[in-house]
């Protein structure tokens, strides 16, 4: 068996997340994403769920100082080339990893600010939506809510005579402090998906997507994990948000529904066509 480099090493991703027993979202997700798309993930729990494919029935969040040591045991060991966080489950959480991250402050963040699950079960309460537009946006390289977070992040305003449109909850994101949003269109009433990337002059591309039929479990997760591979290995954002949706609406064209609740993306795809091609 051919031996392997002592000198290779795979761009590393330190992800932030809760674990999901269905492998569908959280940490198990961010794992399966940052190994199909070349990279070794390190991770930090910040949440145990209880939960199947249709929903999250308890969450139980890890104590910070937990948080904290299982990062800065993994940070003072090995080189880490991007962060991706997904749920932190409380605002000593937000803080702790906060606190971290303003340590290295050349490492690109990912941030997927999950705030409810698909099926509308909430993860966080106002405080936490404050902590993360206080303590973390300003440290955010990249923030990729959905419609519906988006709108909750930009918070209303005395002026607002109606609710903002998304470029409107994207101006005033990245007012918080992050340098780019990419808000995804999954969630609201149109033919097609349309995902927006905005930095501080506004719109920077727009990539629409065929709308998939059923619903999905991990697709943000998904989608974070792949933008935060990408950087690592080193491509420019706008590429590593454009070959990040390729690759998340490629997982999730090959879903499948293993229980009673929503289809999850297929993020070895590529694996199982090369198998076909070869007869397997």
């Known amino acids: 068996m051919p031996s392997v480099s002592a000198e290779f090493l795979p ?3 330190l992800a932030f997340a809760a674990s999901d027993p269905t492998g569908g979202a959280g940490i198990q997700a961010d794992i399966m994403t940052l190994s199909s798309m070349g990279c070794h993930p390190l991770t930090v729990i910040t949440a145990i ?3 199947d494919t249709a929903g999250v029935e308890d969450v139980l969040p890890i104590d910070a100082d937990w948080i904290a040591d299982q990062a800065r045991a993994v940070l003072e060991d090995v080189p880490v080339a991007a962060f991706k966080l997904g749920m932190l489950a409380s605002v000593e959480a937000i803080a702790a990893i906060a606190e971290i991250i303003a340590d290295y402050p050349d490492i690109p963040l990912v941030f997927d600010p999950v705030l409810a ?3 509308g079960d909430q993860f966080a309460n106002e405080d936490m939506v404050d902590a993360m537009l206080e303590l973390l946006l300003p ?6 809510p959905n419609s519906l977070e988006a709108r909750r992040l930009a918070l209303e305003e005395e002026s607002d005579a109606d609710p903002p449109d998304l470029a409107e909850c994207a101006r005033r994101i990245i ?4 340098e780019f949003v990419l808000i995804t269109g999954t969630h609201e009433n149109s033919e097609q998906v349309v995902n927006t990337l905005y930095g501080e002059r506004g719109a920077v591309r727009s990539d629409k997507w065929q709308r998939l039929p059923g619903s999905y479990h991990g697709s943000g997760c998904t989608l974070a994990s792949a933008i935060a591979a990408n950087l690592a290995h080193g491509l420019d954002l706008a590429e590593a948000v ?12 090959a879903g499948f529904r293993p229980g009673m609740g929503q289809y999850l993306p297929d993020r070895f795809f590529w694996a199982r066509e090369i198998a076909q091609d070869n007869g397997l």
């Open 242 to 253: 454009r070959d990040a949706q390729d690759y998340t609406w490629q997982a999730l064209a």
């Open 117 to 119: 699950s698909g099926r």
């Open 139 to 144: 440290q955010t390289t990249i923030l990729t």
């Open 11 to 13: 761009p590393i991703v």
């Open 49 to 51: 769920t209880v939960q």
């Open 175 to 178: 007012n918080a402090g992050c």
